[in-house]
């Protein structure tokens, strides 16, 4: 039987934190420990060991407010889990009951350890999809970046048994350790990370089968604190995919005519949408794709910029 160490990354969001800390405990069975790395501009130790009053379940709390980004804090947090699977939280999620129990027997009912990583069912995802969301992903998402089809199929519309992944969502997903091991998190991402979640399950999923596991549910409830603004939000929507071409896909034919089709259907976002900061972030993320491909610019600059 395995066992699960839930490691979660938190900035400046005490309250969700606390409650999503009262949904891991209640879990059965529990998770053996639960690491919290902490980047918060004041400490939350009190409040959180309260929480673990009376509880079997080993606590692990970092304050480090100095790391400069979520992969340092989920890297230093896996340096510290002792447990044969890692389960990478978010700080504003809930889980539902049953959610530790679904995800822990897809690996124990797979003795050959094919399956090295397993992600939940987001219940509230499809209630923050528009129309034109889901037929832009469905018109220009293809070749390799069709990780973002498989996981919006499987959100809007879940299977009744576990089945394959091509990527994971960040705000929870599970690996077995020497999966994680072997790959850590990129660590020339800073600051807000976006994106990182998708490029390391495309790389796990060279080494490994993913699963969505459509019985371990939760709300992801995407607090507006601590999160990038709508306007940098589109900017690095266009520039992360620039990141995830440049490490993870093949350099094919078929997968740099992909990558241009991609980029063709932000360009006609420009045209359809009439929320500006959504066109301005988007069109300074053109522009400053064009301005990388040149030489006028450095893309992991552009990724890090705007952690506070």
């Known amino acids: 039987m395995n066992t699960v160490s839930v490691l979660i990354a938190t900035k400046d969001r005490a ?39 009376g509880s079997r379940v080993r606590l692990r709390y970092d304050y480090a407010p100095a790391l400069p ?31 530790l129990r679904a995800m822990l027997s897809v690996f124990d009912d797979d003795p050959a350890e094919r399956i090295g990583g397993a992600g939940g069912l987001i219940t509230n995802l499809p209630e923050t999809m528009s129309t034109a969301q889901r037929v832009r992903s469905w018109l220009f998402y293809r070749g390799p970046f069709s990780v973002e089809r498989d996981a919006l199929q499987f959100h809007l519309r879940p299977s009744a048994q576990p089945r394959r992944a091509l990527r994971l969502y960040g705000s929870n997903m599970a690996f077995r350790r020497r999966i994680v091991d072997a790959l850590r998190f990129d660590e020339s991402y800073t600051g807000y990370s976006f994106g990182e979640d998708r490029d390391f399950c495309a790389l796990a999923g060279y080494q490994c089968e993913l699963r969505w596991v459509p019985e371990a549910t939760l709300i992801h409830k995407e607090t507006p604190r601590s999160r990038l603004d709508r306007e940098r939000f589109c900017e690095l929507r266009v520039l992360s995919w620039l990141r995830f071409f440049q490490r993870c896909a093949p350099k094919t034919f078929v997968t740099r005519l992909s990558y241009v089709w991609l980029n063709v259907g932000f360009a006609v976002l420009l ?36 952690w506070r």
């Open 271 to 306: 045209l359809k949408v009439w929320d500006m900061p959504t066109v301005r972030g988007t069109l300074r993320g053109l522009r400053r794709l064009l301005a990388i491909q040149f030489g006028r610019g450095q893309l992991l600059e552009a990724l890090s910029e705007g």
């Open 15 to 53: 309250d969700d934190l606390r409650e999503c800390l009262t949904s891991v405990l209640s879990q059965d069975p529990p998770p053996s420990e639960v690491i919290i790395v902490d980047q918060s501009r004041r400490p939350q130790h009190e409040a959180v060991t309260t929480l673990f009053s």
């Open 69 to 99: 980004g979520l992969t340092h804090a989920r890297n230093r947090a896996l340096d510290q889990a002792t447990s044969s699977v890692v389960l990478f939280l978010d700080d504003d999620v809930v889980l539902n009951p049953g959610y």
